[in-house]
């Protein structure tokens, strides 16, 4: 396999052919489909390991897995059988040295399964089960962990979840287990979805889906905590207030100038730029999102674009970024039919 590859996930419940893996053009951002594996069902997001030649997914599905394919040639292939992950619809995975963590929107838990020597998963997942809820009855019955990552330094891991108003921050302890170090909350019925650390790792950004804002987090690696600084709302001013909207995606420039975001039901694609302190956002631009319900969007490796999956349109479109106001402009699509994310390797 020679240059750079997109690997874009779908929902397969909803008519998506599993993980599309398309070759990118290099100036231009274009994207063409090169292979297709239906393999795993509702491989809704991904990650990769580029040095061990491994794409991670979720299976998100009541019986939610996780399942590890090789990256071979053109495509993928499985390798070996996807594996439990004792937790209801995972939505996001992310790699924390050894192991892999998923974190279960359905069942409100983050789990950890440990990786092998090949970085194939092994089981039995350990489990952290979230606890409460927040004041919108409809989506905050209870918890709903939306996203999982570790901090920049590797030592501590954080998971945000949309049904408590939190941002929790645990360790990894010597058998796997997570327990949680610190709680953050956040404004009550916000539903904070994704989180994005700035480049220097002094600042978190949290993109909040039930009341489209970002808020901005303060983050001290010594102590493993993190501290609300402000929110900033990501929908122009002139929006009606019953317009449906739901944040969804968030990602950061690798030089801390520009935040973007996807919001879904208003279908763009929003614009931040932050002041060199990383503390201060503001909205500069929305631009049509170039279908509809942007469920993530993701800059590639180099910064020159940015990749929105659309999960009802069915495309994966692609945007050139303006390289002193960070705006984009559709450049293209390639249908995807319930597109989730792109990721690349």
Not at 19 to 37: D, N, R, Y
Not at 190 to 198: C, D, K
């Amino acid at each position: 396999m020679s240059g750079l590859r997109a690997h874009i996930g779908s929902f397969t419940s909803e008519g998506g052919p599993g993980i599309v893996t398309a070759s990118v053009e290099a100036g231009t951002g274009a994207l063409t489909a090169v292979h297709t594996t239906d393999s795993v069902a509702d491989p809704s997001f991904l990650t990769v390991d580029a040095p061990r030649g491994v794409l991670y997914t979720v299976t998100e599905t009541a019986a939610g897995a996780a399942a590890a394919l090789r990256l071979t040639g053109d495509g993928l292939a499985l390798a070996g059988a996807a594996v439990p992950v004792d937790g209801v619809s995972p939505t996001h995975l992310a790699l924390a040295g050894a192991h892999l963590l998923t974190a279960n929107y359905g069942s409100g838990s983050v789990s950890v399964l440990p990786l092998d020597a090949d970085g194939l998963l092994d089981g039995p997942a350990r489990v952290l089960r979230h606890e409460g809820g927040g004041p919108n009855a409809a989506r905050q019955e209870g918890p709903h962990a939306h996203w999982v990552h570790p901090d920049p330094t590797g030592a501590w891991v954080l998971s945000v979840d949309l049904g408590t108003d939190s941002v929790r921050v645990c360790v990894i302890g010597d058998d796997g287990a997570l327990s949680v170090h610190d709680e953050t909350r956040l404004r009550p019925g916000s539903g904070p979805r994704h989180l994005v650390f700035h480049p220097r790792g002094h600042r978190a950004y949290v993109v909040n889906e039930l009341d489209p804002t970002v808020t901005v987090l303060g983050w001290d690696a010594d102590t493993g905590r993190l501290s609300p600084l402000g929110e900033t709302p990501i929908l122009p001013k002139d929006v009606a207030a019953d317009t449906e909207a739901y944040a969804s995606g968030i990602a950061v420039s690798a030089d801390g100038r520009f935040l973007y975001t996807a919001i879904r039901g208003h279908d763009s694609v929003s614009v931040l730029a932050l002041d060199d302190t990383g503390d201060e956002l503001d909205l500069v631009a929305n631009v049509h999102c170039g279908g509809r319900w942007p469920r993530a969007l993701t800059l590639d490796p180099q910064g020159t674009h940015l990749y929105v999956a659309n999960q009802h349109s069915g495309d994966v479109t692609w945007f050139a970024l303006d390289e002193a106001m960070g705006v984009p402009s559709r450049s293209g699509a390639l249908a995807v039919p319930a597109a989730s994310c792109v990721v690349f390797s």
